[in-house]
């Protein structure tokens, strides 16, 4: 599942849509929008994020969150390595081959030291 697939799902549920009435109000298949949600699909288009904000009548601050995680939820990320050292390649090179073995709150400590370092960066 993506960041993405989850606050969707999310927003729906609180909403009591169904994916089929959610999908066809958006216009795709009830099947796309389940693997949208599930992270089976690639992030969104800036099309569908309208149609989605839209159909969701969804308030200002909560389509800029969404169209956050939507740019966070590629489910095939890559990472472009080539201008860094070699630390950063091979950190680059572990964390893809070892993900799925971390528990999720290694993965939260990971993602929040990367937040911090990120912000005092950018």
Do not use: C
Not at 13 to 32: L, P
Not at 100 to 113: C, K, R
């Amino acid at each position: 599942m993506t960041p993405f697939g989850k606050y969707l799902r999310q927003l729906r549920s609180d909403r009591g849509i169904s994916q089929k009435d959610m999908a066809a109000g958006i216009g795709v298949t009830a099947a796309y929008l389940s693997a949208l949600e599930h992270g089976h699909r690639g992030k969104p288009s800036w099309v569908l994020l309208q149609r989605i904000v839209g159909f969701l009548n969804i308030i200002w601050d909560d389509a800029d969150h969404l169209q956050v995680l939507a740019k966070l939820s590629d489910p095939k990320p890559t990472i472009d390595t080539r201008e860094l050292s070699a630390e950063a390649t091979l950190a680059a090179n572990l964390l893809a081959q070892h993900l799925a073995d971390f528990d999720d709150t290694t993965i939260a400590e990971l993602t929040e030291l990367i937040r911090k370092n990120s912000t005092k960066n950018g």
